[in-house]
């Protein structure tokens, strides 16, 4: 039987449409299968004073020696304050319960459940004072993309819900936020590939200070591990419940102005500082993003402001890591699609790949 | 804490063994004495062996530092760069040995990333590092973090 909503039903078509979308695949590697394989859970939460990014990740281990036990669980919990804080833990086999075919896991104390159409998260840092007790709920229709190439035999698998509405609560150096009807993002990647192929991602999103905003986006751009290719870019667009608009490819212009000096930034795990240290970075200051077709048009602007940096081993060659730069700034954009005007303002963040 | 990182050049040798035998070529016939605290030892390097001594001849080169020294690389709260340029670290030696020594750091530490067994050692080096740490890093607190600046 359907609950009745407020949203046309759209909430009862997500209770029952996410579980058949978003479920943990796991790594075909633990029943003998190929190995390589990675997964992550992402959220974005626009709560005021802080931002929180949660990551649930699986990726199989290449130098474990047993293949099918090589599955690795890490949980990155991340705030922004006036600076980003947090970290990255990971946790032994037997800390980590996850039900594949379902959106159900533990790691350690952390947990991450989809029930009666909510996502349900629960998460903490045994070495930082910052824990989140939230429930998501889904705002718009989701996209799923399968097996997108990445490099030649790699290829990643992508679910993304871009509109969340969260309440609950995030605790950060002892104190505790309270959040109500704050904007939020998901995605969900799953595939098979190796940090430091040939490939790098640009991905960007922006959170609106106001949840009742009706637009979202969100943008992709693929190229080749050394940025001298671009093998495909997409923006897509949702208003109020559903998709609306993917511009692709050649209707996209993108535009990096400057070069970002962070006064700051902060390293996860910490350790891998070690084997990137300074502060110089590549990365632009801004971001100019214009898409048009017919007679739509989308225009993005993006000033960072912040950097976290989450570092993981090369897995193609033995001395390099590859840096997922998370940089967070101010968002201002406007568009007009269907010949419906609008503007958006919006703290947003921009994810780069770098070596 | 040269009894840990004898048991991480093992892991080392064991799990990344091609990483561990660069380590050597490339500390090949270096000697470190190191002290960290009051504990006091000496590597030794030779093709395809890494070893840890409590005790032998002369080193020629002296690596000094504290184990809250250490322990703020570690969390990426101090760059080794800056550790070494004000003498938080100090390390003593002819420069193709200091040479040496870094580029044998930088493939350890490569190495040691990839190690499934590190991790826990890892946990275990910290946990000795913060035995003399004073408490100075209030749990969320600006000195907590990974943030060098």
């Known amino acids: 039987m359907r609950r009745q909503d407020s949203h046309g039903g759209l909430l009862t078509d997500l209770a029952e449409l996410l579980p058949r979308l978003d479920y943990f695949r796991r790594s075909p590697a633990r029943l003998g299968g190929r190995g390589g394989h990675k ?121 993304v819900v871009p509109r969340l509405e969260a309440r609950g609560t995030v605790t950060l150096g002892g104190r505790t936020h309270r959040v109500e009807g704050a904007p939020a993002y998901h995605d969900h990647n799953w595939g098979h590939f190796r940090w430091g192929g040939d490939f790098s991602w640009e991905w960007a999103h922006a959170l609106p200070s106001d949840a009742a905003h009706p637009w979202s986006a969100v943008f992709v751009r693929m190229m080749d591990r050394r940025r001298t290719r671009v093998r495909y870019q997409s923006l897509f667009l949702w208003r109020s419940g559903g998709p609306v608009r993917t511009f692709r490819d050649r209707d996209i212009r993108l535009l990096h102005q400057g070069h970002f000096q962070p006064a700051r930034r902060l390293t996860v795990p910490p350790e891998m500082a070690l084997l990137a240290p300074g502060l110089a970075c590549d990365l632009p200051a801004h971001m100019e993003l214009a898409a048009t077709s017919g007679a739509d048009s989308f225009h993005f602007r993006f000033d960072a402001e912040e950097l976290a940096r989450v570092i993981t081993p090369g897995e193609s060659e033995p001395r390099t890591v590859s840096v997922l730069n998370e940089l967070s700034g101010r968002v201002v954009s406007h568009g007009c699609i269907g010949g419906e005007p609008f503007e958006l303002e919006a703290t947003g963040i921009y994810e780069l790949i770098r070596d | 804490m040269g009894a840990l990182l004898a048991e991480s050049f093992l ?32 590597l030794g390097f030779a093709p395809g062996s890494a070893r840890v001594e409590s005790a032998g001849p002369p080193a020629e080169v002296l690596l000094l530092t504290g184990r809250r020294v250490l322990a703020d690389v570690l969390d990426a709260r101090l760059s080794l760069t800056r550790a070494v340029l004000t003498d938080a670290l100090e390390v003593v030696g002819p420069l193709p040995s200091l040479m040496a020594l870094h580029d044998g750091l930088v493939t350890y530490v490569h190495g040691a990333v990839r190690c499934p067994s590190f991790p826990p050692l890892l946990a275990r080096l910290r946990a000795v590092c913060r035995e003399d740490a004073a408490p100075h890093s209030p749990p969320g607190g600006e000195a907590h973090g990974s943030r060098e600046r």
């Open chain 1, 39 to 159: 997964e992550w859970q992402y959220f974005l939460v626009n709560a005021g004073a802080v931002h929180l990014l949660i990551n649930f990740s699986l990726q199989d281990d290449p130098w474990a020696a047993d293949a099918r036990r090589a599955e690795v669980a890490r949980l990155t919990l991340l705030a922004l304050g006036e600076e980003w804080q947090g970290g990255l833990e990971r946790f032994p086999e037997a800390e980590v319960h996850v039900s594949p075919g379902c959106i159900d896991a533990r790691f350690g104390a952390s947990t991450l459940r989809f029930e009666q159409g909510r996502y349900l998260l629960d998460v903490s840092l045994r070495e930082h004072s910052l824990a989140a007790e939230l429930e998501l709920v889904p705002m718009m229709r989701p996209l799923l993309f399968n097996n997108h190439p990445l490099a030649p035999g790699e290829n990643l698998s992508w679910v």
């Open chain 2, 11 to 42: 892991a080392l040798s064991r799990e990344l063994p091609a990483q561990h035998a660069l380590m050597c070529e490339q500390l090949q016939g270096r000697r470190v004495e190191v002290c960290v605290g009051a504990e006091r030892f000496f």
